[in-house]
């Protein structure tokens, strides 16, 4: 096995791209909403919290962000008597509620995004339409 690996990883101006996009859905829509990206290593990359969205959309946001690049696959799909222990497994971090989504480029996860502050329909196509703005990501 190499040492080293090719990889992919967000630019800051995929990164820019998907909040606009997302923002572009979110004005769509009517609803006021909270974005984040964040890359592999689920460290926060990009943020954004539209004028007029409630407070703890930006927390559960960033969870979905970080939940979705971890997890490898989109937020909801726990079953609710894991919930708890996926909690505490990711010291906080985890979160069930639906609107995150990996980013795949050629079968690896390079990050997640996330959208929260709508209800759960509205976030999964505010997510959707952040990660459709970059051309080489998988389709979720």
């Known amino acids: 096995m190499p040492d080293f690996i090719p990889t992919y990883r967000l630019t800051h101006e995929a990164t820019m791209k998907m909040l606009a996009a997302g923002i572009k859905k979110a004005d769509e829509l009517g609803v006021k909403i909270a974005l984040a990206v964040c890359d592999q290593s689920c460290s926060l990359i990009g943020y954004l919290v539209m004028d007029g969205a409630r407070h703890f959309a930006g927390r559960t946001t960033t969870k979905k962000a970080a939940t979705a690049a971890s997890q490898r696959m989109a937020t909801g799909y726990a079953e609710e008597h894991r919930v708890i222990s996926m909690q505490i497994r990711m010291d906080g971090e985890f979160t069930n509620v639906r609107g995150g989504f990996p980013i795949i ?18 976030d999964v196509e505010v997510a959707k339409a952040a990660l459709a703005a970059l051309e080489w990501a998988e389709p979720v």
């Open 105 to 122: 480029v050629h079968g690896q996860v390079i990050g997640g995004v996330g959208a929260g502050g709508a209800s759960q329909d509205e």
